[in-house]
Nanobody
Framework: QVQLAESGGGLVQAGDSLSISCAVS????????MAWFRQPPGKEREFVAA????????YYRDSVKGRFTISRDKDKSTLYLQMNSLKPEDAAIYYC???????????????????WGQGTQVTVSS
């Protein structure tokens, strides 16, 4: 079983940058798709960014393309989300997720991911 733990959230101003992390333990991530989702206040959880199972491809929500970058370290034990030019609408609880057997057509579907972290709060003031 994969355990995930997010960290690095906080309060920033619009236009600022912030990097959040997800520490992975329990097993190797080889063969797992890894993703970031977020839940804005009063809204449903939504897809933000993801790595494919092979790690060869990345996917982004349209509204964060060019501003957010998903990455991971060489031993695949930590997932990152670098967020630049933050906007008030980026404020949310950010969750990392892991899933084995996630195919490309499901990469943005939260139901495809079996393991979730507890979330980290990102607040963006205008």
């Amino acid at each position: 079983q994969v355990q995930l733990a997010e960290s690095g959230g906080g309060l920033v101003q619009a236009g600022d940058s912030l990097s959040i992390s997800c520490a992975v333990s329990g097993r190797t991530l080889s063969g797992y798709a890894m993703a970031w989702f977020r839940q804005p206040p009063g809204k449903e959880r939504e897809f933000v960014a993801a790595f494919s199972r092979t790690g060869s491809y990345t996917y982004y929500r349209d509204s964060v393309k060019g501003r957010f970058t998903i990455s991971r370290d060489k031993d695949k034990s930590t997932l990152y989300l670098q967020m630049n030019s933050l906007k008030p609408e980026d404020a949310a609880i950010y969750y990392c997720a892991a899933g084995s057997g996630v195919i490309t057509s499901e990469i943005k579907n939260q139901r495809a991911y079996a393991s979730w972290g507890q979330g980290t709060q990102v607040t963006v003031s205008s």
